[in-house]
Nanobody
Framework: QVKLVQSGGGSVQPGGSLRLSCAAS????????MGWFRQAPGKEREAVATIDRRNVIKYADSVKGRFIISKDNAENTLYLQMNSLKPEDTGAYYC??????????????????????WGKGTNVTISS
């Protein structure tokens, strides 16, 4: 049974940093593509960063240069380091996993059903 348990998040001031974690179990983490997605209040879900099974990484333009996605196969954990946070980064952040053979760009841009398995989400609030 695929399980994605998220931690991290919270509230910080603009310019601050946060790190999100996603502990995975129930599947072969090293062979899955993973991603971080977010949904701001009143807006549709969007992809933030994705990493495919070949470790190709893609970022949304809005977070490039500020966010870093990383995948620790030894710890079965996905991370999202978020720096220089802005109020528009506020939202619920979701970790996701996928067993299919799509590339990171597909997962970043497929709005309908980008990934198969989802964490429960964690809230991030950027406010002064």
């Amino acid at each position: 049974q695929v399980k994605l348990v998220q931690s991290g998040g919270g509230s910080v001031q603009p310019g601050g940093s946060l790190r999100l974690s996603c502990a995975a179990s129930g599947f072969d983490f090293s062979t899955y593509s993973m991603g971080w997605f977010r949904q701001a209040p009143g807006k549709e879900r969007e992809a933030v960063a994705t990493i495919d099974r070949r470790n190709v990484i893609k970022y949304a333009d809005s977070v490039k240069g500020r966010f870093i996605i990383s995948k620790d196969n030894a710890e079965n954990t996905l991370y999202l380091q978020m720096n220089s946070l802005k109020p528009e980064d506020t939202g619920a952040y979701y970790c996701a996993a996928d067993s299919r053979y799509y590339g990171a760009y597909y997962y970043l841009t497929n709005l309908q059903n980008p990934m198969e398995y989802w964490g429960k989400g964690t809230n991030v609030t950027i406010s002064s």
